[in-house]
């Protein structure tokens, strides 16, 4: 017993992962960091756990080559490189890219970003919170809303692993942000806008809490509230 302890410890202490890989209804980008922005943890695979930092945004210092095309109401999702295993909610925003510029080159900066997918979780039989997505190799599924405008976005997906989070500052933030296009879209306004880093502090109820110690119902998932069109 204590040596499997151990060995789920160090399971642990190593599961961490990327998502290097955008499916859109069931098609994958052709291969990892195309049309997704390489991000700085690509080796150590490494989160963020300072949600003001700069790398919340988009954790890269680079851009990809492609851009996707995406029609309005598609599923989308991400290939992760390893298993999602610890609780957390997944989160899907998007930025319009300014005219003037383009998704391979736009850094997304400013009160840009909508948030249009969160994830909520439930209490299991052992009585641990745990999300949809959890412990799988992909992230859950979402829908491009059907009355988002056409044009050039910036797609971020996010999980948020809090399996440590009741300590400041040590909940993790791994993500991406993937080069798309929007097609065949609508005239929706979408809101609430904000920027990155900007929407989220250290102390919000969403990011420093105890998952021993909520109920399923009250957890509430960091970021604006997700726009209904
Ligand atoms: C997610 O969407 C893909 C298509 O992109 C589909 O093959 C898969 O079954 C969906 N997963 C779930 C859990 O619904
Ligand atoms: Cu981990």
Sequence with gaps: MKFLGLMLAAAAAQAHYTFPRLVVNGVPEDKDWSVTRRTKNDQSKQGIENPTSADIRCYTSTTAANVATVPAGSTIHYVSTQQVNHPGPTQYYLAKVPAGSSATKWDGSGAVWFKFFTTMPTMDNNKQLTWPGQNSYVTVNATIPTDVPD???????????????????????????????????????????????????????????????????????????????
């Design 151 to 229: 044009g050039e976005y910036l797609l971020r997906v996010e999980h948020i692993a809090l399996h440590m989070a009741m300590q400041a500052n040590k909940a993790q933030f791994y993500l991406s942000c993937s080069q798309i296009k929007i097609t065949g879209g609508g005239n929706g306004t979408p809101g609430p806008l904000v920027s990155l880093p900007g929407a989220y502090k250290s102390t919000d109820p969403g990011i420093l809490v105890n998952l021993n110690a909520i109920q399923a119902s009250a957890y509430q998932p960091p970021g604006p509230k997700v726009w209904s069109s």
